[in-house]
């Protein structure tokens, strides 16, 4: 089982402010097959990113995902007040895995 | 625009079975080639992926869950459905259903593109 640890757990940053979470695999993943999801309180995951960096669709250019191997960047160019939120990577290269996620949170 | 509906009991006694069904609509389970798929949360953590069968019945299943977990699928009513078996309070979560993308064919890894809200189970006597 590859294990996804996300960092840092907590990211407090300020509307219009840049994001940048990290997500680190315990091996290669495979051909990049690494996405990203975003979670709001008390609704379903949303996918923003696939194969490390498409978006998918109806995902605002802000969001934007990059990396290879072990070591997954999604950046958040200028943070609006709707991206406050918990974002999951997860890797499919094999069974699927996620990350224990990270909070984005107003400061 | 496809829309997927979990739906089932929202408690389940220990060492009972738990089963949902989750109700495709604006879609056909069987007319595309799409695997259909069960992911849960745990309340306050993360996310775990349970099981994925496609359209035709094939089934791919997390190894850690593999021996209690049935997913089946019911063209005729535009369903799919999770059995899981002797549960226990760590079996406890919101169960989405979802609709997996498959990495390659037959690689058994997936990305999920469509959600159902989830439904809260709780294994309490």
């Known amino acids: 089982e590859i294990v996804l640890t996300q960092s840092p757990g907590t990211l407090s940053l300020s509307p219009g402010e840049r994001a940048t979470l990290s997500c680190r695999a315990s091996?290669?993943?495979?051909?990049?097959?690494l996405a990203w999801y975003q979670q709001k309180p008390g609704q379903a995951p949303r996918l923003l990113i696939y194969g490390a960096s498409s978006r998918a669709t109806g995902i605002p250019d802000r969001f934007s995902g990059s990396g290879s191997g072990t070591d997954f960047t999604l950046t958040i160019s200028r943070l609006e007040p709707e991206d406050f939120a918990v974002y999951y990577c997860q890797q499919y290269g094999s069974s699927p895995t996620f990350g224990q996620g990270t909070k984005v949170e107003i400061k | 625009q496809l829309q997927l509906q979990e739906s089932g009991p929202g408690l389940v006694k220990p060492s009972e079975t738990l089963s949902l069904t989750c109700t495709v609509s604006?879609?056909?389970?069987?007319?595309?080639?799409?695997?259909w798929g069960w992911i849960r949360q745990p309340p306050g953590k993360g996310l775990e992926w349970i099981g994925s069968i496609y359209y035709s019945g094939s089934t791919y299943y997390n190894p850690s869950l593999k021996s209690r977990v049935t997913i089946s699928v019911d063209t005729s009513k535009n369903q799919f459905s999770l059995k899981l078996s002797s549960v226990t309070a760590a079996d406890t979560a919101v169960y989405y259903c979802?609709?997996?993308?498959?990495?390659?064919?037959?690689?058994?890894?997936?990305?999920?593109?469509?959600w159902g809200q989830g439904t809260l189970v709780t294994v309490s006597s």
């Open positions: 979802a609709r997996p993308m498959e990495a390659a064919a037959g690689t058994g890894g997936f990305y999920f593109d469509y």
């Open positions: 604006g879609g056909s389970i069987s007319s595309s080639s799409y695997y």
């Open positions: 091996q290669s993943v495979s051909s990049s097959y």
